[in-house]
């Protein structure tokens, strides 16, 4: 009772970020965010780059920071639609075919990464021009969806599917071998090696996980669009950008509430500060020095986390050293 209690205290610690935010910038607006609709735009729009947050998240648990993700929900959006339109599926042939599109991208790279031994950004930036051409050899108009079936990103369907994707992703980092053997790769690959286990294969099948996520976003970002022409010069880094700045955010948190519940947390405080932004009327320049300088102490805070314990620890370690030292000169 006392550990499901320190984990709710937890999981409210985590929603306090946002709500904090929301409160903030809705009182230097002068209250204009305080609505149903900027509530409900905040949390909708969320969705989408949260689940790319969940497969970004597995990646770097093992050290791998995939920038192609956003090319490959681009690839599975166009590729996906394109093909249903041709067959005729409908609806779920595309659910079907952009999750396919998106494991077959996400597995390649993986399947590249433990080849050819090179660093993954670097490989993820080739991968990531690759990928961005690959829909415009099949499709070179871009993909378009039906009115009727962009339902999927609106609510309240958007929030079904993030829920389930969300248990999905705690069910696997939480309750599965492979996400133990993942969170023991992320604490040291030296100890996981040693412990006998095969550091290629969970890398690969943390790229094949990470590409069914980022399949669900490219359903949602397709729905979300309508319609899509292909990516070109690295812009589909920006489909991104928002979990990118979201998953440090989301990593910091993990400390009181689950990842599955502090990446949707981190994501949403960045939407919300966004959306604060507009209306607060804050040029766009000042925007991102705000934004950049708020990540900077993210990520700051998140590299010095556990500096205040070992500080503390070395302090008790002093002092027993210390209490020793004058028990052995008394003796």
Not at 31 to 39: H, I, L, P, Y
Request: proline letters at 4%; charged letters at 10%.
């Amino acid at each position: 009772m006392k550990q499901l209690g320190k984990k709710l205290f937890g999981i409210l610690k985590t929603m306090l970020l946002p709500v904090v935010v929301y409160l903030l910038f809705g009182l230097l607006s002068g209250g204009r965010t305080f609505n149903e609709r900027a509530v409900l735009t905040a949390l909708r729009t969320t969705v989408q780059p949260a689940i790319i947050c969940y497969a970004l998240l597995l990646g770097m648990s093992t050290g791998v920071m995939n920038f192609s993700a956003g090319a490959v929900v681009c690839c599975g959006s166009i590729i996906g639609i394109g093909l249903s339109n041709m067959l005729g599926w409908g609806l779920p042939g595309f659910c079907f075919l952009a999750i396919a599109v998106a494991l077959l991208c996400n597995t390649l790279f993986g399947l590249l990464y433990n080849w050819l031994r090179v660093p993954g950004m670097v490989l993820s930036l080739g991968m990531l021009l690759f990928f961005e051409a690959l829909p415009r050899m099949f499709f070179p108009g871009g993909g378009k969806m039906t009115q009727a079936d962009t339902f999927l990103s609106r609510s309240p369907a958007c929030f079904w599917i993030m829920g389930i994707t969300a248990a999905v992703f705690y069910v696997l980092y939480n309750l599965t071998p492979f996400g133990h053997n993942l969170r023991a790769v992320g604490s040291n690959q030296s100890v996981a090696l040693a412990a006998g286990l095969n550091l290629d294969k969970i890398k690969l099948l943390n790229s094949v996980v990470g590409g069914l996520f980022l399949g669900i976003a490219a359903i949602l970002y397709m729905s979300s669009q309508g319609s899509l022409f292909c990516p070109s010069s690295m812009s589909s880094m920006m489909v991104m950008m928002d979990a990118f700045m979201g998953v440090f955010l989301g990593m910091l948190l993990s400390r009181w509430a689950d990842p599955s519940i502090a990446v949707f947390c981190g994501v949403l405080t960045m939407k919300v500060m966004s959306a604060g932004f507009i209306a607060v009327g804050l040029p766009q320049n000042w925007k991102d020095v705000v934004t950049g300088f708020f990540m900077l102490v993210v990520m700051a805070v998140s590299a010095n986390a556990t500096l205040p314990a070992k500080m503390k620890a070395d302090r008790k370690f002093a002092e027993e050293a210390e209490k020793e030292y004058r028990r052995a000169i008394s003796a």
